[in-house]
């Protein structure tokens, strides 16, 4: 439960680091989505202890997955329909849609860590009646789909970089019409260098495995010994340095 509140932690502080979107209600909505699930999540030791309490929660978190993949959704089908309206963009219409590609990538990342948090914590309240592939199943669904776009934006990607001679590795882009003309040599007149942060931008959009994460053990069907010490339940599985306080 703590490595989960502090990837919560982390995810909030990222993505109010967001620039404006066109939807400020978008964002507004993501902030209060990783909000509510660090509340339950940091409060996981009161939660897991009462039963009445802890299928209240697991009812919200169903909920709270519904957000997300409503909102992940959205996302998707938002870089599938620029990718598929611009084909063959201007130089100049490329960086200004590499810049909003940027902001949706951010919401992809954290939306899909997001969703996997909320996996396990319907597993982990579960108490063992929850299996890790009945827990996983929706955010796996919307991992698949996920790369998928992203996939299809590191196609796009490829496309441009090759049609409007850019050259990632060094920064810069050919100047068309100076590059056919013979006995032009000096650089700086045969190239131009990219916008600041352009060439990594384009790089990190086109990671699509890097949306993979790890999953949750089946922790129920690990072997523990458990201690009770001022009334508090720990348990200790046998691969783990530290106890988990449930």
């Known amino acids: ?33 990783i909000s509510r699930v660090k509340k339950y999540s940091g409060f996981s030791s009161e939660i897991i202890e009462n039963d009445e309490t802890r299928i209240r929660i697991l009812s919200i978190l ?18 599938c329909d620029i990718v598929t309206k611009n084909p063959s963009p201007s130089y100049q219409e490329y960086q200004n849609k590499v810049d909003e590609f940027n902001i949706l990538v951010e919401y992809q990342n954290t939306l899909i860590t997001v969703l996997a948090e909320i996996s396990k914590l319907i597993y982990l309240l579960g108490k063992g009646t929850v299996s ?5 199943s929706v955010y796996n669904d919307y991992l698949t ?25 060094k920064n810069r882009k050919s100047k068309n019409w100076f590059a056919a003309l013979p006995g ?20 990190n959009q086109s990671q699509a495995e890097s949306l993979s994460l790890p999953q949750a ?4 069907e690990e072997d523990v010994e458990i201690i009770i010490k001022d009334g508090k339940y720990y348990y200790m599985h046998d691969n783990d340095q530290e106890m988990i306080n449930n």
Not at 189 to 203: R, S
Not at 217 to 220: H, V
């Open 1 to 33: 439960m703590t490595e989960i509140n502090d990837k919560l932690e982390k995810m909030n502080d990222s993505i109010n680091k967001v620039g404006d979107f066109q939807n400020r209600e978008f964002k507004s909505r993501i902030i209060s989505l």
């Open 62 to 79: 169903e909920g709270l997955e519904g957000d997300a993949t409503e909102l992940l959704g959205q996302v998707n089908i938002e870089v």
């Open 132 to 136: 890790r592939d009945m827990s996983l």
């Open 145 to 169: 789909q996920t790369v998928a776009t992203r996939n299809q934006l590191e196609q796009w990607h490829d496309k441009q970089v090759e049609s409007l001679k850019i050259d990632l590795d």
């Open 184 to 203: 032009i040599v000096n650089d700086k007149w045969k190239y131009q260098p990219l916008a600041q942060g352009m060439a990594e931008k384009i790089g």
């Open 217 to 220: 053990k089946e922790i129920f």
